[in-house]
C-alpha cells in the first residue's frame, strides 16, 4: 500500500510540472505507471492542480478489460496506455501530452528527423508521427505502439505527443527533451530546414548516449 501511495504522489507531482513547463495546459494530458498487474493512471477531465494522489486511478493490464478502481473514472486515453504497456513490457511510464511545438508537428502529421544529436535519446531515428485516430479508440493505441517501435517517443497525428521511459522520472525528463527538440526542429525550417545525420552518426551516437539522463533501475536497463 505504502509503494501505491509513493507511486501516486509522484504521478500527482508529475502532472502538475507538466503544467507548469508549459508542456501541458489545462486537463489535456494523462500520465500512467506500471504497477506489477496494474496499471495507475491519471483520472479524467480533473484540474491538476486539484487532483489528489486518492484519485488516481487503477486498472488491470488486461486486455480492453475496461475495469477500474478509485475514487474518479480514468482518463479517456486508458485504451492507449493500456495499449502501449501491453506492447512494450520495457515501458513503466507513459506520458501523454500536448507540447506546443511537438503538437504543431503533429498537426501537419511531420516526423522529427535526425536533425540534433540528442534525437538518439529516443532510440530509432526519425521520430514517427502516428497514423491519425480518434482520441480514446483502441485504433489509436495501436497507432500508437506502432509508431513507438524501437523508439521511446512519437507524435500522434493532429493530436499530441507520447513518450514511454523505464521510470516516470524519465518518461519526463524524454517529454521535455522532446519539445525541445520539436521547438529547435521548427526553428531550422524558418532558415531552410537542418542538415541531417547519418545513420552510421546516429548510431554512434545512441551507443555514446545510452546512459545519459535520468537512469533506469538496474534490473531494467539494456
Not at 518518461?171 to 521535455?176: I, P, R
Request: charged letters at 20%.
Amino acid at each position: 500500500m505504502a509503494a501505491s501511495i509513493t507511486i501516486r504522489r509522484a504521478i500527482v507531482a508529475a502532472a502538475r510540472r507538466l503544467n507548469a513547463l508549459g508542456i501541458n495546459q489545462g486537463t489535456s494530458g494523462n500520465i500512467s505507471v506500471r504497477r506489477g498487474k496494474d496499471m495507475l493512471i491519471t483520472p479524467s477531465a480533473v484540474p491538476y492542480e486539484r487532483l489528489r494522489p486518492e484519485e488516481i486511478a487503477e486498472m488491470p493490464l488486461a486486455r480492453e478489460s475496461g475495469k477500474w478502481k478509485g475514487r474518479r473514472p480514468p482518463s479517456s486515453e486508458w485504451r492507449m496506455h493500456l495499449g502501449i504497456l501491453l506492447a512494450r513490457p520495457d515501458a513503466q511510464a507513459i506520458v501523454h501530452a500536448h507540447p506546443p511545438h511537438a503538437t504543431a508537428l503533429a498537426m501537419a502529421r511531420r516526423e522529427i528527423p535526425a536533425c540534433h544529436y540528442m534525437a538518439a535519446v529516443f532510440g530509432a531515428s526519425p521520430i514517427l508521427c502516428a497514423r491519425y485516430a480518434a482520441y480514446g479508440t483502441a485504433e489509436l493505441a495501436a497507432a500508437a505502439a506502432e509508431a513507438l517501435e524501437g523508439r521511446e517517443a512519437c507524435l500522434l497525428a493532429n493530436h499530441g505527443a507520447v513518450v514511454i521511459g523505464p521510470t516516470l522520472e524519465r518518461a519526463m525528463w524524454l517529454v521535455v527533451e522532446l519539445e525541445a527538440l520539436a521547438r529547435q526542429y521548427l526553428l531550422s525550417l524558418q532558415i531552410g530546414g537542418p542538415m541531417l545525420l547519418t545513420r552510421e552518426e546516429m548510431a554512434a551516437t545512441r551507443e555514446r548516449i545510452a546512459a545519459y539522463g535520468p537512469a533506469p533501475p538496474a534490473g531494467n536497463r539494456r
